[in-house]
């Protein structure tokens, strides 16, 4: 799809995603590049700093790839940092994902990122509630990040200085959406830990990788129609907490058909999320 194909979604499309009209203030309209926004998979977001450190860079590409490995479409802004980070491991493995501007779907933000742009068309969408041909405004990105919050099932925080942060807005607007937030932990002595500590303080589900955000969000995989997904691959996480097991195993303990368990395990170790080992598979 070429980038000037921008195509106008309005509630009661069947690609537009229901739960954009009901937050506050709802979304009365989406423009969308790049593929249909209901054959993506179920969208997980990964947000924090514009200028994180190189510890930030590489946990957002790799819990990026990793989800990306299990078929879930990881949302972000496109911003630089932690963003593009996100939107880069989604597209290392193949994956879908999702950018969400604050500008027009025509007019990729920062202009830095318009070959990254252009692969997100080619293996995911770019949306906004905006017109194309709407330029960069302070507010259209807070605006924007509401919308990352509502299309996901739940938001991953990877570095952040604080409450004033960008991403911790999205975190805001996750919070009076009932969604679920994931942070992951940093160095203690680094300002860009401030955020994610303050959450995991707060209760926030800590993340590492791939299991924890299967584990965290099963009962929302399982409401957005990917209960196999979502439920066994948790099973099986939940199972190896104290010890490893192999397939057969697994599947005597879970009352499941070992093929299914055997395939299940080849996701999560694809993703990231266990690891074989002598005798069977552990938790990473």
Not at 2 to 13: F, H, N, Q, Y
Not at 42 to 50: E, F, K, M, N, T
Not at 77 to 96: F, N, P, Q, T, Y
Not at 119 to 144: C, D, N, Q, T
Request: proline share 7%; with cysteine; net charge positive.
């Amino acid at each position: 799809m070429t980038e000037g194909a921008a195509r106008r979604l309005v509630p009661g499309d069947g690609e537009f995603p229901p739960v954009l009209a009901t937050i506050d203030p709802p979304v009365r309209q989406l423009w969308a590049l790049g593929e249909p926004l209901d054959a993506l998979g179920p969208p997980v977001a990964i947000i924090g700093a514009r200028g994180p450190t190189s510890y930030g860079l590489d946990v957002a590409r790799k819990l990026a790839a990793e989800l990306a490995s299990l078929g879930i479409c990881v949302v972000s802004g496109m911003a630089r940092g932690i963003d593009a980070a996100a939107h880069e491991g989604a597209l290392s493995v193949g994956g879908k994902t999702i950018a969400v501007l604050g500008t027009g779907v025509d007019r990729p933000y920062p202009m830095v990122n318009r070959p990254l742009y252009r692969r997100i068309i080619g293996s995911g969408a770019v949306i906004s509630e905006l017109p194309p041909g709407a330029g960069a405004r302070k507010h259209h990105f807070k605006a924007r990040n509401r919308i990352i919050a509502a299309l996901s099932l739940g938001t991953i925080l990877v570095q952040s200085r604080g409450e004033r942060s960008g991403a911790m807005t999205t975190i805001k607007a996750c919070q009076d959406y009932g969604r679920d937030v994931l942070a992951v932990p940093g160095d203690v002595r680094s300002e860009l830990s401030t955020g994610p500590h303050q959450l995991l303080r707060d209760g926030a589900a800590l993340c590492a990788n791939a299991g924890d955000v299967l584990e965290a969000l099963a009962q929302r995989l399982a409401e957005a129609g990917m209960s196999r997904f979502g439920l066994l691959e948790s099973k099986i996480l939940d199972a190896l907490k104290t010890r490893p097991a192999n397939p057969d195993g697994l599947a005597r303990l879970l009352g499941e058909d070992p093929l299914t368990v055997a395939r299940a395990l080849g996701r999560l170790e694809l993703g990231g999320a266990v690891e074989r080992e002598l005798g069977g598979y552990r938790r990473t």
